[in-house]
């Protein structure tokens, strides 16, 4: 008789008390590829509300857990890729862990929590279960710097024995990240060509430089290598990137009323930027901001685009749709009538659906956009997915760039039953950064 010993290991991932069960490698044999869970905690502005997305069918629901206070703009938020286990969460500004208490060492970081793009994350190639979160100053079109600090989820933190660590923010914290000054409030995390590292990309406020900073091994220590990319497109403030995975384009919306926002090539390898197009006809005013946040729909065809709006001058805020195949086209609304007091963020879920934050009175809501990848008549608009509920937030949140999760089997024998052998089988997961 044969029989098979499944040897699995507690992992440090745990949801408020409770040990998750993870699993360890111990040699390689097989690799398979499992779904990417990383998207499916969303936390954001200042209220209880946040919106968990069902690790089976990928289905949203609301949720009254989120820790306060917390910024009304961007925010950034770590969740483990294979599990959908909530890791830690940032406004920019503190760090709440995966109990919605406020991280050790987690407050005092220097990001502006009311700016459209103040915080992003990834992973630290070569030290397992530590992330960099970056930290953006900028307010508004006054030009503000980069900072990193370190989350090293092996430290105890606020966990009560025996559960696994929760975490802690390391000394030093809000180190400057050298030539990033003088930075636009738009800031990504989007994952290098060779699988293991990153990029961060940002702007020099007023200018036609766009920088992606290699984020290594050596990045731990402090040595961080910036590709400059100037005279792209015009001389331009820039509040939100939206990067598409497909096409490898980066969207940008503008910080003022009167730029166009543009469409600009990225090197994933090289981290050169060139630029693409301008989506003609996109400002919609001379003053304040015209265009708010931009979204790629999945496949990278069509992009949207959130009209801000405003009382004077007269703005009626929208979202517009640009089609990338036929530039020519008209932008065209997708938003049923009446239209929204102001429309703020756009970002597209799990469930592929993409959601839109409006101002309905003085609450901030939240909608949803289907059939995205579709021409403008055909995308449905829901004002009310998660009903009257007031997010209190301005932007959604950004999340660790993608990872492929690989599951590795591997057997040894241990012995012999009835003069057979007896087999262990050993798995482990392994997190590689990449694209799928």
């Known amino acids: 008789m044969d029989k098979f010993h499944i040897n699995m290991k507690r992992s440090g991932a745990m949801k408020c008390g409770k040990l998750g069960l993870g699993l360890v490698l111990i040699f390689l044999t097989v690799t398979s590829i499992a779904q990417n869970l990383s998207q499916h905690n969303w936390y954001f502005g200042n209220s209880t509300s946040g919106i968990k997305f069902n690790r089976g069918n990928n289905q949203p629901t609301s949720v009254t857990n989120q820790a306060l206070p917390f910024g009304i703009g961007g925010a950034a938020v770590a969740t483990d890729p294979a599990n959908a286990n909530l890791l830690f969460y940032s406004d920019g500004s ?62 105890f933190g606020n966990a009560v024995f025996p559960a696994p660590a929760l975490g802690d923010v390391l000394n030093p914290k809000n180190v400057a990240v050298p030539g ?30 766009y920088s992606a900073t290699l984020i290594n091994a050596a990045s731990f220590t402090g040595t961080f290598t910036t ?5 792209v497109g015009l001389p331009i403030t820039v509040a939100n990137f939206a990067y ?17 926002a543009l469409i600009l090539n990225f090197n994933d390898a090289s981290g050169a930027i060139t630029f693409d197009r301008f989506i003609l006809n996109s400002a919609t005013t001379t003053v304040g901001q015209s265009i708010y ?24 805020a929208d979202v517009l749709q640009y089609d990338y195949l036929n530039p020519t086209t008209t932008l065209a609304s997708v938003l049923p009538s009446p239209k929204p007091t102001q429309s703020f963020g ?10 839109h934050i409006y101002q309905s009175g003085t609450n901030l809501r939240v909608g949803s956009l289907a059939k995205t990848d579709s021409v403008a008549s055909k995308v449905v608009y829901n004002s009310t997915p998660f009903g ?49």
């Open 227 to 231: 590709i400059v990319s100037p005279g």
């Open 346 to 355: 756009l970002q597209t879920g799990p469930d592929t659906t993409m959601y």
């Open 244 to 260: 598409s995975v497909v096409t490898r384009k980066i969207a940008v919306s503008p910080q003022t009323g009167s730029d166009d």
């Open 180 to 209: 990033l000054s003088n930075r636009s409030e738009a800031m990504i995390t989007i994952p290098h060509a060779n699988g293991i590292d990153f990029w961060l990309i940002t702007h020099q406020s007023n200018s036609q430089s």
């Open 94 to 155: 503190r760090v709440y862990d995966a109990c919605h208490l406020p991280m050790l060492n987690g407050a005092g970081l220097n990001g502006n929590s009311t700016a459209n793009q103040p915080v992003a994350i990834s992973s630290i190639p070569g030290q397992p279960n530590k992330y960099f979160l970056f930290t953006n100053s900028t307010n508004f079109t006054t030009g503000g710097s980069i900072s990193r600090s370190i989350v090293d989820l092996t430290v």
């Open 388 to 436: 009257t509920t007031n997010f209190a937030g301005t932007q959604f949140p950004s999340f660790l760039p993608k990872a492929n999760v690989n599951l590795t089997v591997t057997f040894t024998s241990i012995g012999t039953c009835q003069n057979m052998q007896v087999y262990r089988l050993e798995r482990q997961v392994e997190y590689e950064v990449g694209l799928s």
């Open 293 to 316: 946040d931009i979204e790629w729909d999945r496949r990278g065809r069509f992009l949207y685009l959130s009209v801000t709006g405003s009382v004077a001058p007269p703005v009626v």
